[in-house]
């Protein structure tokens, strides 16, 4: 029987098959010939269906077979019950042919109108725009439950597992409302009289759905139902049984999701307060807990506070009818905590909505006459959090308040920043009219430099709030305030910098200027100098990788060259970056009286011991004031040999020494100034003769900016690395390029055939290899004399200083 009905299905596939290859626009004789080709494709059958929309996917050309099979799609889907028999005829097969079937007929009836769109163009057919389509499709959904319920009720078997699984996707890929709307609304109506439905309904939702659907489908019904008493009908106790149901009401839609609307709370929590009381006061446990952290309060927004205090008076309304007695101790010592915390912070607004929650609290759970009472400023968000607690907030209350948090600026703040506060109507009266007193004006901080965020906006005070903002196009105002703090946030957090610097070094590196923000380029660079300056190792690795991977611009391999010679030439020296005034706290004009006497004494007692003491011998050299640690020696192997190992590999796709001169010559510069910001330090000796090695294979390039960069280099090794190191290891390197400097000097006087670009610039090139050739002969002078034999910069003569100088201008 089985192999009579395979061999059925196969002739049924080859014959759809071979009726779309033969079809065009002479295949019908007559109206009988289409009735019959219509009617097969028609067929309320899995595989014609899915041969009918494939077959019109592979039609890119517009045609009479094109437009044959899209109007029998759109039969299929809007005029016939050819789809609602099909959906039906699933909910009676078996398990193993659902598990075949299923997800290829999922997959096709959710794409369909990609589909389409994707063959038809700018020419789409507006029955298969997506709301209409989904529309159309979640009411042929609902006609199918009706079946279901009949059979249920005669006593037959029906499976739900394709229709849920179809519903779950369609509400997650953005048709929430149309599946609450046009599906659920009707479902929860009649589970109110009828069990049978309210089985189909938890079924749908939690027993027969998938794990990945469960929260779309729970969240919309949540948020859009208004009955609390009805959700029970459709998850029934399964947020006892089932893990993510516990963890969605209990945790994920309270303390990790953000909701403007009341309704998602006052349902969740009337739901566990009338089925599941242990799981009501964790749920609110949570929530307190949250609500009363010190350490949490700092990272969170105003509008997400906001929404744990209006959780917690949602959640003390449904307490005034339980017994909480066995927690009563537990939420006191809570709240205790949470008043004392909302009384010492700073900002308004947090303080305001933190007493109230506080103050309705102390009345539940001290319900003798130990009534307190803050001085609370009443504003809209006062006013419906308390409407919240005595059940008074009407639906216009709710948008309102939906529409100031939405307003709101969510970005993470800390403690101690003030947030704007959300205007009333009082604050907006009279703010033209001349005002005769002063005390109105707000002072304005003259102390506090505008160079660095001139916004409005916030500042980001974390590194991860200033990463996030920079990844938001969108938000240009925020955009441009991350961009212009990024370089003092970075600096400001140089000791917990190093675990992200990569990943930021990365977002800056191929940030676009898409929001026209001024001085980008600047903004730019001195954030990403700033990055290399505080976590060297990591940065430099990563800059000296991307400076020879694909794809990258010119612009951006110079930008790699520049950042790493900033950085280093910051790191070799001795001055510090300026710090904001914003950022210094001022010492009290006592403590800085005390620290002047302090000094006065101590000076005196010292000037009394050393007109005391005899001297038995001289006097040691006092220490160069000018000397300090170089803190660029210990990465400078980072910032160097990465540079140089992988110009003449066979995998880079930059032809450095081909056209990209430029490029070339920029990298030679900065090999030689890194070099020289790590003078006479152990490492410079290894450094110079792998450099002197890397210059000769440039002594001869066709391009005179190369050359003049080749000669530039060889000074730098020669101003960097011991002269007796030079003298004892790379003295056959030195005798070359002193043969080679001397040759291209006299090359170049005896060129006549230059034109006068050319003869200009080799005149230029001329100049600076004579330069090279009198500061080899001071340090071979310098060698010969004895005196090299000490490695200090300090002992190098003044002319060599002077010919430095020559070539750094």
């Known amino acids: 029987m089985s192999e009579t009905f395979e061999t059925s299905v196969e002739e049924k596939i080859r014959r ?20 019959v080709f219509d009617d097969h494709f028609l067929e309320p059958d899995f595989n014609v269906f899915v041969i009918l929309v494939n077959s019109f ?20 889907v809007y005029c016939e019950h050819t789809l609602k028999t099909l959906l039906t005829k699933t909910c009676h ?31 789409n057919s507006h029955r298969f725009e997506r709301n209409l389509y989904f529309k159309r499709l979640v009411q042929t959904m609902c006609l199918c439950f009706e079946d279901v319920f009949e059979s249920i009720a005669n006593s037959e078997d029906s499976s739900l597992q394709l229709l849920s699984s179809l519903l779950g996707r369609i509400a997650l890929i953005g048709f929430t409302d149309i599946v609450f709307n046009e599906l659920m609304a009707k479902v929860i109506a009649k589970c109110e009289k009828d069990f049978i439905w309210r089985r189909i309904a938890y079924r749908v939702v939690v027993c027969q759905q998938k794990s990945e659907y469960i929260e779309v489908l729970v969240k919309s019904i949540l948020c859009l139902q208004t009955n609390y008493e009805s959700i029970v009908w459709i998850i029934g106790s399964s947020v006892e049984t089932n893990n993510k149901m516990k963890f969605l009401l209990t945790n994920k839609f309270l303390l990790i999701n953000e909701f403007q609307s009341d309704l998602i709370l006052i349902n969740i929590f009337g739901y566990l307060s009338r089925n599941c009381l242990q799981l009501f006061f964790t749920a609110f446990d949570n929530v307190l807990n949250s609500w009363s952290n010190s350490s949490a309060i700092k990272y969170r927004s105003y509008s997400q506070h906001l929404y744990l205090s209006r959780a917690l008076m949602i959640g003390s309304r449904f307490m005034k009818d339980i017994d909480f007695s066995e927690v009563t101790d537990k939420f006191r010592r809570l709240t205790m905590n949470g008043i004392e915390l909302h009384l010492k912070n700073s900002q308004m607004d947090f303080r305001n909505i933190g007493l109230t929650v506080g103050q309705t609290l102390m009345s539940l759970f001290y319900r003798e006459n130990n009534k307190i009472d803050f001085d609370i400023e009443e504003n809209d968000e006062i006013k419906h959090l308390n409407d919240l607690f005595l059940n008074n907030c009407n639906e216009k209350d709710v948008d309102i308040i939906g529409h100031k948090i939405s307003s709101l600026n969510t970005n993470d703040t800390n403690g101690e920043e003030v947030l704007p506060n959300v205007s009333n109507g009082k604050e907006d009266k009279n703010l033209d009219s001349d005002d005769d007193e002063d005390s109105d004006l707000i002072p304005y901080d003259m102390s506090v430099s505008g160079d660095t965020c001139t916004s409005d906006a916030k500042r980001p005070v974390y590194l991860r709030d200033c990463m996030e903002g920079l990844q938001d196009y969108e938000k240009v105002e925020w955009f441009t305030t991350c961009l212009r703090c990024a370089e003092q946030v970075i600096r400001s957090h140089s000791d917990s910098v190093e675990e992200i610097s990569v990943g930021f070094m990365q977002l800056l590196f191929r940030l676009d200027d898409n929001c026209a923000v001024e001085d980008f380029i600047g903004l730019r660079l001195r954030a990403m100098i700033s990055l290399c300056v505080c976590s060297p190792k990591s940065v430099a690795d990563y800059l000296c990788q991307q400076f020879y991977a694909p794809n990258y611009t010119i612009r951006q391999r110079l930008d790699v060259l520049e950042v790493l010679l900033a950085s280093s030439t910051e790191l070799s020296s001795n001055v510090k970056q300026n710090v904001n005034k914003s950022d210094v706290k001022e ?35 006092p220490l160069d004031e000018k000397a ?5 020696v210990p990465f400078a192997a980072h910032f160097f040999f990465p540079l140089m190992k992988n110009i003449f590999g066979n995998e880079i796709k930059v032809y450095f020494l081909e056209d990209d001169d430029y490029v070339l010559g920029r990298l030679l510069y900065t090999l030689g100034l890194i070099l020289k910001n790590a003078s006479f330090a152990p490492i410079s000796s290894k450094m110079g003769k792998e450099f002197l090695e890397f210059i000769m294979a440039f002594r001869y390039h066709s391009s005179v900016f190369v050359r003049e960069a080749a000669i530039f280099a060889f000074c730098m090794v020669l101003m960097s690395v011991p002269p007796i190191y030079l003298h004892n290891e790379m003295s056959l390197q030195m005798v070359e390029l002193q043969l080679w400097l001397k040759v291209f000097i006299y090359n170049c006087l005896q060129s006549t055939y230059l034109d006068i670009t050319e003869r200009e610039a080799n005149s230029q090139c001329v ?20 005196t090299g034999i000490q490695c200090g910069r300090e002992e190098l003569p003044t002319d060599t200083l002077r010919v430095t100088a020559d070539l750094l201008n």
């Open 16 to 35: 759809s098959r071979q009726m779309i290859d033969s079809l065009n626009a002479n295949s019908f004789a007559d109206k009988s010939c289409e009735d």
């Open 57 to 76: 996917g592979d039609l890119k050309e517009n045609s009479y077979k094109r437009n044959k099979l899209l109007s029998l799609i759109t039969r299929y």
């Open 628 to 632: 300090f640690v170089n803190r660029f």
């Open 93 to 123: 097969m078996s398990d193993n042919e659902l598990r075949i079937i299923g997800p290829k007929l999922e997959t096709i009836l959710v794409t369909i109108p990609e589909i389409v769109s994707n063959n038809l163009k700018t020419n």
């Open 767 to 786: 100049q600076k290899a004579w330069t090279a050739l009198q500061l080899l002969k001071e340090v071979i002078r310098y060698l010969s004399d004895g």
């Open 587 to 621: 010492i009290p004009l006592t403590n800085y009286e005390e620290k002047i006497a302090d000094n006065h004494w101590t000076q005196i007692v010292k000037n009394r011991i050393e007109s005391k003491t005899r001297v038995l011998t001289h006097k040691t050299k």
